[in-house]
């Protein structure tokens, strides 16, 4: 359901960098070139495309030598392939050159061109998660077209400011930008548009808000535009999420009918990739139904569907509908392998969309839990040093009083015998008093660890659970724990996630501290 959704809002957020108006500006632009040059560029980009590499330094250079091959259009070859690499999901280089466009548009006072240019960073840095510095372009674009009366593009920076907030976690003001952008497109009888800003409010109504009968207003006030056009793509999704709202309400029926008119419009637009995620709604109501046989039928086309298609998250998704028929049905074998199958995806997920960070461009989370564990990595080390170097200076210390007391026994061999033997037990004594200290150490260290167990016994985690924190702890990865503790993986990381869920922590770091090992 969340993907249909955000799709409407990603696709709006696409339609402020990829407006038909501005592809045909570009292409007119770049029709300005004689024949061989317009040949020459296609030809450039398309060998940048089939030699695409993760190495940015080669890509900006070769994306700059391409731009120094024509001696016009300097601002629009950077625009056109800004847009090359947004396609290429590499926001990085796509900002660098949408900035390097924005800055000659600028410099030859193009202001509607440089506010395009802001709005397309705003998105670029939205898309990177920098959502405070997003705000701060689209704030700056929409004062631009606000100074040259250009309402339809505030309507668009209005929506995709309200996108931002509601990531953020901020409804009231996403609601807020969103019904300004409304006000705007509804003045300019943009019916289309209205439609999917109507779409956008009932989200936050629904999804935030939990105001299931507003939302549902919103959403047909949406689908009564779609309406008129039985061929209009969002017609499915609109219906689809319409149903989701009276499956949340109880009204099965109503949510049933509205389900199969979304699929039945599938089949008639030719669409079956976009039935997976009703078809996963469809199995939550079978669900609700007890007809989990059903459930589980309809769930495994939605799989498959999904699969096809390259859609992992829907997939996801439906592997959960389907954990909760077996569970239902109490057949623990299946649901045990499903749940194998959904951790095995979450990690592919997870791992993906690492892949695609670009250069030092990391996911923020991802970037705090590094520098978290650099922390603690220098920490440890800063310990064992103090450690290392308090074991020196006792082993020095104890050599130089060897020495002093070797060169003491050569001065003083003279002397009785009792000196000598009083010597010798104060030799003794310093070492006993050294095993002491260091078995007072061990004491500490054993009282510590076992503050740190109480400690962890009102979390209420198991044996194994606990051996788990223990060893993440102490740094060990996965894979290491899996081998100390003779277990699988899968074991450990099923022992993380439920360790994570008894602390109420999202993070190693967090359970950490939350139980002292820090301290």
Known sequence: MHILKYFLLFFVVVLSIFSCDKKNNLNNSLNQFSKSDSLLFEKKIDSLRKNYTTNNDSLISYSENIISLFNSNKAVLNEKIAYFHFNQSNYFLAEYFFTEASNIYLSDSLLENYADQLGNIGVTEELLGNYKNSIEYYLKALNIFDSLNLELKNSKIYNNIGIVYQQLNEPNTALNYFRKSLIITEKLDKHEISANRYNNIATIFEEHLNNLDSAIFYYNKSLKIYKTDSSNINLPTILNNIGYVYLKKGNLTQADSLFNSALNLCVSQNRKSNTASILRNKANLEILYKNYDNAIKITKEA??????????????????????????????????????????????????????????????????????????????????????????????????????????????????????????????????????????????NKKTEETIFQQIKKFELSEREEEVLVLISKGFKNIEIADKLFISLNTVKTHTKNIFSKLDVRNRIEAIRKTQFLQ
Not at 315 to 339: H, R
Not at 396 to 421: A, C, D, H, P, R
Request: hydrophobic fraction near 35%; include cysteine.
């Open 303 to 444: 799989i498959t569907i999904s699969q096809t298609n390259l859609n992992t998250e829907i997939e996801l998704e439906c592997l959960k509908v389907l954990l909760s028929a077996y569970d239902k049905q109490n057949d623990f074998k299946n649901a045990n392998n499903i749940l194998k199958n959904y951790y095995e995806l979450k990690d592919n997920i997870s791992g993906e969309k690492q892949k695609t960070e670009v250069n030092r461009l990391n996911i923020q989370y991802e970037v705090k839990e590094k520098e978290q564990k650099i922390k603690i990595l220098e920490l440890k080390n800063n310990i064992q040093h103090k450690k290392l170097w308090q074991l020196w200076l006792s082993i020095s210390i104890l050599t130089v009083l060897l020495v002093g007391l070797f060169i003491f026994y050569k001065l003083q061999k003279k002397n009785s015998e009792l000196e000598l033997q009083q010597m010798r037990t104060d030799i003794q004594d310093y070492i006993i008093q050294i095993e002491e200290i260091n078995n007072k150490k061990l004491e500490t």
